[in-house]
């Protein structure tokens, strides 16, 4: 139990103090102050207590000229602990839940984020090569990147953003990822599926892309569950765009979409692979309106 109040205390030194660049950086109207909540159902589904059970969820996400994380209010006790790759993942550990027991959580949010489209230094090879979901070296997905190619790389990345509205089918929400490959070889997928083919045709154009989880909102909001989703994004000129097929978007205003997560299967934090959610234990967690 020491480690885990020693968790607990680093949690509220961090809450207030992330790391991300001061405002004074960047000419104030290119930022805009949120507010947005979400809301958690955590339950113990057995019939017996359950001790020493891990929450990991992923909080919006700090990335320079981006977003900034203000603060995290969380109805528990809780620590926020950031990662090399700007993910803030909320940690809260319950000694013991009784039986059947469901306790709501609640996260209220404050940040900065964007309203245009944002400057990194130059991204890692990371976000070129072959990985799970996103098969840029298959030759189905090679061949098709070959006819996409253009004189430069801006173009390359339009062709490739509008070969996929214009030829894969919106299948409705899918409850498990199925990648770029399997969107080429059925024609069809969800918002998922078209982050990860328009990420795996440029990557294969050897442009540097990226599957980004999270929402898209206008205004201060309550997050719903329903409303989770992924995009991609492709490293242009000393920029990251926001290329989002499903909703046929290109470049749309960086301040309506919300990171919490950038996909890669090297993320070596506790959620890892998933999108949103990870527990260490029998618990059960979930995003609820």
């Not at 090569?129 to 173009?155: G, M, N």
């Not at 989703?229 to 290329?243: P, T």
Request: glycine share 6%; with cysteine; charged share 20%.
């Amino acid at each position: 139990m020491k480690r885990r109040l020693a968790l607990l205390s680093l949690g509220g030194a961090l809450v207030h103090g992330f790391p991300a660049a001061a405002d004074g950086n960047v000419e104030p109207k290119k930022w805009t102050r949120r507010r947005v909540r979400f809301s958690l159902l955590l339950t113990n589904p057995t019939e017996r207590k359950l001790k020493a059970q891990a929450i990991y969820c992923y909080l919006p996400a700090s990335a320079l000229g981006r977003q900034n994380l203000i603060s995290a209010s969380v109805s528990v006790p809780h620590a926020v602990i950031p990662d090399s790759y700007g993910h803030n993942l909320l940690v809260m550990e319950f000694s013991e839940l009784q039986p059947h027991m469901r306790k709501n959580i609640t996260v209220d949010i404050i940040l900065n984020i964007g309203t245009l489209a944002y400057g990194s230094t130059t991204p890692s090879q990371e976000w070129l090569r072959d990985e799970p979901f996103i098969e840029c070296d298959a030759r189905e997905i090679r061949d098709i990147a070959v006819k996409l190619k253009r004189a430069d790389q801006i173009s390359t990345a339009k062709a490739s953003f509008k070969w996929v509205v214009e030829n894969i089918r919106d299948s409705g929400y899918l409850s498990e990822d199925r990648g770029a490959l399997d969107a080429i070889l059925s024609g069809h997928g969800d918002c998922t599926e078209f982050a990860y083919l328009i990420v795996a045709l440029c990557r294969a154009n050897g442009i540097p892309s990226r599957m980004v989880g999270g929402h898209v909102i206008v205004k201060d909001a309550v997050l719903a569950p329903y409303d989770y989703h992924n995009w991609a994004e492709v490293y242009v000129s000393g920029y990251w765009i926001i290329a989002d097929a499903q909703k046929g978007f290109w470049d749309p205003p960086s301040n309506e979409y919300l990171a919490f997560r950038f996909h890669s299967d090297l993320i070596s934090n506790r959620v890892g692979m998933k999108h949103r959610f990870h527990v260490d234990g029998d618990a059960q967690v979930a995003l609820v309106e």
